[in-house]
């Protein structure tokens, strides 16, 4: 089966893959070859398994800033 036109992700690319989860045609850049998906269901599938993990504030620290008189 041929495809032809242009990934559905970027819409500028040429189709090199078709995902094998949602079937979008994809260019190279948004076909992910170790999962054999387009990049918006790896991101999901990632999403999916690992809890965002909420990134701590990440402060100066800069030990006590006591004032000078
Ligand atoms: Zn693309
Ligand atoms: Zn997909």
Known sequence: MSVSGTCQLCGTR???DDCGRCGKLVCATHYDDSFGYC???VTEIRGAKEPTS???EDEFS?????FRS
Do not use: A, F
């Open 14 to 16: 040429e189709i090199t």
């Open 39 to 41: 990049t918006n269901c």
């Open 54 to 56: 909420t990134p701590e």
């Open 62 to 66: 800069d030990g006590v800033d006591t």
